[in-house]
Structures are given as C-alpha cells and as structure tokens.
C-alpha cells in the first residue's frame, strides 16, 4: 500500500470522525488492488455468494415418447434401429435465479461432476438487458392473445435487475460473471451478448472479471429486422462480447464458420472456371501455388450478416417458440461450433426458450441451461422433447435430461429491501418489512392474527393459516416445518398461501400430511393483495391450486391413461372493474375464478363479455405419464455438518419420469387426451399425471391401480 503522508492520515481520520465518505484520490491509496481503469457505480461489491442449496431432481425426461403401445420395459431400455439414448452425463434443465444455481454448481457436488466430464467449455448468456422488458408473455387462446402478468417472485428479479437502472443491472451481472468465470474450465470461453444499452459497461466489466488480454472478439450480429426512426439510423445489430479464462479452443473447421465472397472478391480474383463450372482462383504465396474455390466461401469475421433474426421471431418459421426474446439457432450453431467439440459441456444460465440447449442437443453437446420463470422452463420442455424425438427418427443420438429446482432457499432478497443499505440494516428493515407483509396478507385473506406460533400466523374458520415465504416459492422444507409443528401441537387443519409453489411439491407431500390426520390446503396469494383499492373492493381471490382428473384403463397387464377434468381457479384483474374502467371502442381480457373473459365496450359503451375458455381442456397445454412413479427415488446432496462430506439423502419423494407426453404446439393446435396403453408387470402400482397449464405452471396427481387382479 502506498505510504500515506501525516497530512493525508490526519485528512482521513477527520472525514471519518465526520462520518463522510472518503475524497476519491484514496481508492487508489487505501486500496491494494487498484486497477487504472474500472467501471464503478453505486452498489458495486466485491462479495460473491457462496451458497450451496442441494439440486432437487423433478422430473427426467428419457425417452422423447413411447410412440405406439408398447411393453415399456422394452421400449424405454433397449437400443431401436434409430437414434439411441447416450448414456452417462444427463442434461440439465434448472428453474430458479442463476446467482443461487451459479453458486450451487460452483461450490457444491454438482462441480465433481462437471469436471469429471472434461470441463464446462463454453457459457452463452443473454441477460434481460432490455430496460423495461419484464416478465409478463403473451398467452394465446384460440385466436385472441392474452397478456400474463409477471408473477411476484418474477418482479422481484426484475426489480433486482432494474430498480435502480444501470447501477442495479451492472450489479446483477457483475456477481453473475464472477461465478461463470469460477465455474468456467481452463480452456473455456464466454460469449456475453447485449445491446447498445449495456454493452459499454459489460465490457468494461468482463476487462476487469475475465482480464482485458483474454478479450477475443466483439462480435456485431447485424440482423435487419425492424422500424426505420426519423432522427437517427436505424438501430440493427446487437454484440457479443467473446472472452476466455486461459487459451481457449476454437475451431474453425465447420461449415458455418464460412460465408460467401463479396461481389467484388469474386469478380477481381475468382475470374477462373473449372470443367466443373466451378470457379477458382490461384494464389502464388512464398513461390508455392495455392488453390482456392469461390464456393468454399471464407472464414466469418467479427460481423455476422447472415443470421436472420426473423428465423427466431417471425410466427412462421419453424424455429418460432413464441418466446418474446427468442435467438436464432444458426446464431448458436456458430458460437458453440467455434468453440466446442462433440460431447462437450455448454451452459446458458438465461435460458429464455432454450435456444443454446436445443442447439447444443443437436451438435452433440452436453448442457446445462437455467431460467427464473416457469414459462421458460415448460417453452425449454416441450422445444426439447421436440429435438429429441426429430433425433432418434433421423437415428441420430440425442440425451436423457432432468429438471431440477433448487430444494432450500436463504433469504437474502427481499421485496422492497432498499438496496442503498448496508448488510445491517438490510436484515433490521427485512425482517420488519417481513411483518409488514405477514400482516397485510392475512388483511387480505381476511383471517386474524394467531401468536404462539413458529409457522403460522393466523387463523380463519377454524383453520391455522400459515403465510409462506414473500421472495421465494413454498417449498416441500417449508411445509414439512408447518406437518411437524401440527404434530406437536395436534393441529389437524390449515391453510398455506404461498406466491408461488415449487413444482412437483403436490400431491405427495398433502397425501403425506393426510396419512397423518392433517388436511392442508394450500392457496395462491394473488398479485392484487397489494393493491389497496382492490382488498377494499373485495377483489382478493385467493385461489385453490389446480385439480386433475384421470382415468385408469385396464385390459389385462395393458394400462393407458385418460385425461378426464383439469380445473384452474386463476385471477388477473376482475370483469367488474374492467367493465368500469374501459374506455368506448376498447377490449380487455381477464381471468376470473378460472375463466378467460374478453371484456369488450362497441361505441355506445355497451358492455359484451365474450369467455374465451370454453372447455376445460382449453387450459392445457401439456400433459405427461409417469407409468410406474415409485420406481425412482429423489436423492439430494447435502454437506454434513461434522463431517463435511457429501451426503446422500432421499427427500421422501419421486422423480417424476416422464414417459410418455402430448402437447401443443404452434402448428399443431390439438392435444390427445388418452394416452398409448402400456404393458405392465403384475401387482400395485402408482402412476402419476403430470399437466402443464397454458401459464406454464405444473399440477400432479396419482393414481394407484392393481394391474392384472383385484385391488
Ligand atoms: C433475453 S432472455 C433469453 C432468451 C434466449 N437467449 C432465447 O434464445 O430464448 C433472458 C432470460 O433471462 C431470464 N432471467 C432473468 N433474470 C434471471 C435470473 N436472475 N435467473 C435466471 N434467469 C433469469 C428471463 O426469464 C429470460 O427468459
């Protein structure tokens, strides 16, 4: 450190007993590492989380689908004449925040694993730069298309990332960026795309995370599509930032590395044609001759002209998902040519339709992708099944892959938490605004306040009402907590209101708490509870979870599954205040108690309500078979405290193995509702249903049936 002067000494010592900050000269003579040139913004931190939260496997998806009926035992395990399932590594599919995830892969079990299969090569992001965009997706039913809000838990990252602008978006990525450098092999490379309103800072921040003389490219994707401003040029391209860790390895030897001539090469150098017709130049370099053909192209460079975005967001081409922020695969297909081999491992943590996993799926790569919302993880779902099932009819091999959530939250965020505020303060201010919340979530749901509880707070109707965690989803811990203190105090009936649910926490753990004389109901806290106009209009529905009736067919061993009822009780604003507040002329859509209603007012103001959900399969948009539920247990790594090894625990549950599924698609619009029939061994079984609203949110329930014999 450089040597102060008795002046400058004195000079600190009277601004810190002032208790003001420090004049800027001294960052760069208090501190060790001082570097010359570096973005700093309000916030900016260097501490890194290190939480470590065990991987809850949900749901593995093998095999794309038992196509015809089948014996499932043969069909699912042995080798067909088409494409093959590759064993050993499975892909990963994680729904939650990337800074939890990153740190878990980092620092936890998952990492062995990681480096065993020879290393993570290659991380492509493409965070949320766009300020403003937040999370709510358009939905389509029949013809008309329906606005989703953002759900709580998805503000909150929003909040996170944008509330206070820049400052906030550069402190996300910087944490993020620290963790996928750690988490990135020796070899690696990152390719961090943005726009013209982030790209500055990221790179200024990746020169400083991943050091400057790792800087490999700055890629322009000139991509076309569109508006044409009047006060300035049209704004056309986005950058990629491309880094490394160390030397990283790049390939250039496929086919998409290269792209045509320009006109004007052709017409100087390539004036030569072959018996072929094909035209050819020769170049004579240090006395030796080298041929080259004009359609053999030449090596892309940093401008990439030749990817449409259109293949991405157009409603007609076949890549289209929908999903908002959609990439183009050909965009992938070069970054992870460049810079990976077959079977190496890509990662993506904001994975958005999944792009980089169904590109990397089809080259032969490994990965691991994340996203925080659920419709993201359900668009990745079915574009993955998709790829899997085109692969294995073009005998090609594709991958098993898993969808796994984080199983334990910290609760660090907080809605609302003044991000200005030191650690400290931060924890006082949560848990006061904890209470807050507490007390104005029972207002809403109007129940009275209960004391002498650990894991409820309130009461109503002869039921304990147990107010889940603001920031994160209820998770199969948080109810085991509320079981365990029914049976200690002999509480045999509550209520748990919960934002969000982790998926696949229903139905097991209910039945669980029922074998135990305790009926549990959980309920969504809907987003109007903090809209004071609506608590005091009474529009605060707080609605049951969704319900799923299925039959059982029975022929012999041969069981096949029928999609009997589906009920949703969603609400997204109310008929009777878009009936009030609409304007002459103008349409809204809401959801009411589990209906779609198109509120409409024609010139005059005459109000028609049209409902856009006419059946209850209009609310589907996915569903899936596991034959054979008990087959798999759920296993989660946790660090023992003593012996700080990793241990193996099962969390009382299954793995949902999916089996055999039927969805929508943008094209095909219809959804079967029995499934193929299976032949099954004799004896007690359970099977579970899995459906996926047209939300993206997931319900399960379980049927158990005797096959062949009485129950
Ligand atoms: C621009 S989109 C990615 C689109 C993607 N490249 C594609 O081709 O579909 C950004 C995604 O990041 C997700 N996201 C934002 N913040 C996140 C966080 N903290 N953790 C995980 N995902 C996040 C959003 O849900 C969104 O899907």
Redesign the pocket.
Known sequence: MAQLTPQEQQEVVRFLEAGKPLPDKYRFLLFDDKRQVELVWNGKSNEVTNAVLPFQTIEQVDEPRSEKDASLQFNLFDVDDRGRQLKGWTNKLIW????LILSSLKNGPLREEIEASGGLKLIYI???FDVGAD?SMNVEIGEEKFVKKANILEEI?YR??WGKGQDSFNSMIYERLILMRDLLAEDGSIYVHCDYRVTSSIKMILDEILDSKNFRNEIIWSYGAGGNPKEFFPRKHDTIWFYSKGTPSFYTDSEVMRVPYDKSTLDTHYKNIDENGRRYRIQKVNGREYLTYADEGKLVTDVWTDVGAQN?TSPISKESTG?P???PEKLLERIIKASTKEGDLVA?????????AAVAEKLGRRWIT????KF?IHTTRKRMITVQRELKANGQDYRAFEILNLGKYDRQHYIGTNLDLRQQDQVAQQSAREDEFTALILEAYKAEKAEGFKTFQGKKAGRLVSVGPVNVPVSRLFVEEVILECREKKITRVDILGFEFEMGLFPNVLEDARSKGIDISPKHIPREVFDKRAIEKNQVIFHNVAAIEVKAILKGKSVAIELSDFSVFYSQDSVSEAESTLKDKASKIVVEKGQIVKVSKDKSGIVTREQLTKKWTDWIDYWAVDFNFESKREIVRVKNIDTEEWEEIWTGDYIFENEWQTFRTKKERGLELKSVAIECTAGPRKIAVKVVDIFGNDTMTIVEIQVGGKK
């Open positions: 939650g925040d990337n800074k493409d965070p949320p999370f990252a996170d990332t991405a999903y922020t959609q990439k993506d943590f904001f994975g958005g339709s999944g792009t980089t994340s996203d925080l919302g993201s």
